[in-house]
Nanobody, 120 residues
Framework: QVHVVESGGGLVQIGGSLRLSCVVS????????VAWFRQAPGKEREFLAG????????ATADSVKGRFTISRDNSERTVWLQMNNLKPEDTAVYYC?????????????WGQGIQVTVAS
């Protein structure tokens, strides 16, 4: 079974930083493309950044480019999202997603989400 667990969220002041962690257990970790999403109240879930199994960054959303950085350590089965210069509009529940493909089938696993609140 695959489990995705996020940690590192919380309350931070404007301009501050947080680093979110996502640990994926189960399966071959390097087979997973891992991405971060967020969802603010009343809004749709938004893609933020993705990283492939070898650590290459796949994409970063324009809304966070230059402020958020995704990275991974395969030996620790962990993907991080470093968030700098946080703004009130970054307040949301942040989700980690691990995706893999086998026999033309896509398998996606979501974490439970973690709250990030940027105090204005």
């Amino acid at each position: 079974q695959v489990h995705v667990v996020e940690s590192g969220g919380g309350l931070v002041q404007i301009g501050g930083s947080l680093r979110l962690s996502c640990v994926v257990s189960g399966g071959t970790f390097t087979d997973y493309v891992v991405a971060w999403f967020r969802q603010a109240p009343g809004k749709e879930r938004e893609f933020l950044a993705g990283i492939n199994g070898s650590g290459g960054s796949l994409a970063t959303a324009d809304s966070v480019k230059g402020r958020f950085t995704i990275s991974r350590d395969n030996s620790e089965r962990t993907v991080w999202l470093q968030m700098n210069n946080l703004k009130p509009e970054d307040t949301a529940v942040y989700y980690c997603n691990a995706a893999t493909w086998e026999n033309d089938q896509t398998y996606q696993y979501w974490g439970q989400g973690i709250q990030v609140t940027v105090a204005s």
